[in-house]
Nanobody, 120 residues
Framework: QVQLVESGGGLVQAGGSLRLSCAAS????????MAWCRQAPRNKRELVAG???????NYADSAKGRFTISTDNAKNTMYLQMNSLKPEDTAVYYC??????????????WGQGTQVTVSS
């Protein structure tokens, strides 16, 4: 049973910082893919940042230079450091784990989400 629990969201002023955490159980990061996604009201859920085994990362254009995704394998926890936050970053942020079973088979798991609100 894969469980993902996010924490660290909150209310912050524009220009401020937050660090989100995703504590994972039932899955190890090695050999799988992890990501942070967000969904603002009336918008589709979108990828913010992803990380795969070996540490390769990718970011949405809106996150490049401001956000950093990382993992602590010993703690089985993923982080998203968010700096220089903008009001348009306001959204519910979700932790995603993609368990890769084979080259053609994978399963997605989601956390419950954590609200990030950036005031102007």
């Amino acid at each position: 049973q894969v469980q993902l629990v996010e924490s660290g969201g909150g209310l912050v002023q524009a220009g401020g910082s937050l660090r989100l955490s995703c504590a994972a159980s039932g899955i190890i990061f090695s050999g799988n893919a992890m990501a942070w996604c967000r969904q603002a009201p009336r918008n589709k859920r979108e990828l913010v940042a992803g990380i795969i085994s070996g540490g390769r990362t990718n970011y949405a254009d809106s996150a490049k230079g401001r956000f950093t995704i990382s993992t602590d394998n010993a703690k089985n926890t993923m982080y998203l450091q968010m700096n220089s936050l903008k009001p348009e970053d306001t959204a519910v942020y979700y932790c995603n784990a993609r368990k890769i079973v084979s080259p053609n088979t994978s399963y997605d798991y989601w956390g419950q989400g954590t609200q990030v609100t950036v005031s102007s």
